[in-house]
């Protein structure tokens, strides 16, 4: 194919946004983190006071959101209405209230076709782009050469978000963050279904991988996927 779209889902922790970007800057494709935008729309909400159980203001809201969105996977900047957000969107309270922007179907359906547009035009510019988020395999882009379901067992999971969130993973604090992480994974799942991957899609187990495993392994499926050789 002369534009390669790779399409990596997962649950959060399961280290899918450091893996797909260092995967893109491995292969000089571009990097397009779907979360970013969902959690991008919830800071937007949250600026223009906008109450979140208010579904059709939201989707409005959401509808007329400046967002631009960084794809070169050495600085994937996020800007809305020229603030970089980039730092903003990944505090504690996003990733509290994300779900509520995130499960609703007409923000979904805006943001996929601003996905839909983002993929072609990076992919044909870079020759590939790799999209990572929920719904990328089975939704945004189906019909990808490459989809893989990045899985890691619970445990793996809160070990790595804690170590993210606190610098370790002592047992006071993956309980603090098994709360945040259990929550959202199951709110979100009424949504999209990223914990089973999808026929057609291929499961990486990254549990007990490095991220330099993981970005290999994600590797050694693309070239198989495309019947390359690396
Ligand atoms: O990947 P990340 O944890 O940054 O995603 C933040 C949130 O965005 C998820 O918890 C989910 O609610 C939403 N999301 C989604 N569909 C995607 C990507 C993210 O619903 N494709």
């Known amino acids: 194919p002369d534009l390669v779209v790779v399409a990596i889902d997962g649950p959060s922790g399961s280290g899918k946004s450091s893996v797909a970007r260092a995967v893109a800057s491995r292969l000089r494709y571009g990097y397009l983190d779907t979360g970013a935008?969902?959690?991008a729309a919830t800071w937007w909400c949250l600026d223009q006071h906008v109450d979140l159980t208010d579904g059709e203001r939201v989707a409005a809201t959401v509808r007329a959101m400046p967002l631009?969105?960084?794809?070169?996977?050495?600085?994937?900047?996020?800007?809305?209405g020229g603030t970089d957000v980039s730092v903003p969107i990944r505090t504690t309270e996003i990733s509290t209230q994300v779900s509520a922007v995130a499960t609703n179907l007409e923000v979904r359906a805006?943001?996929?076709?601003?996905?839909?547009?983002?993929?072609g035009l990076v992919g044909r510019e870079r020759g590939g782009v790799v999209a990572e988020g929920r719904d990328i395999t089975t939704v945004v882009a189906p019909d990808s050469d490459v989809r893989i379901?990045?899985?890691?067992s619970e445990e793996a999971r809160l070990a790595r978000r804690s170590t993210e969130l606190h610098g370790?993973?002592?047992?006071?604090?993956v309980e603090a963050t098994r709360d945040q992480?259990?929550?959202?994974?199951?709110?979100?799942?009424?949504?999209?279904?990223?914990?089973?991957?999808?026929?057609?899609v291929t499961t990486i187990d990254t549990s007990d991988l490095t991220?330099?495993?993981?970005?290999e392994a994600v590797l050694d499926q693309i070239a198989?996927?495309?019947g390359r050789i690396r």
Do not use: H, K, W
């Open 37 to 39: 935008m969902y959690r």
């Open 68 to 80: 631009t969105i960084g794809t070169d996977p050495e600085s994937p900047g996020v800007e809305v």
């Open 110 to 119: 805006e943001l996929r076709r601003r996905q839909r547009e983002i993929i």
């Open 149 to 152: 379901l990045l899985y890691a």
């Open 168 to 173: 370790n993973a002592s047992t006071a604090n």
């Open 181 to 200: 992480i259990v929550r959202r994974d199951r709110d979100d799942s009424t949504v999209s279904s990223f914990m089973q991957a999808a026929p057609g």
């Open 211 to 215: 991220l330099q495993g993981s970005v």
């Open 224 to 226: 198989s996927d495309l």
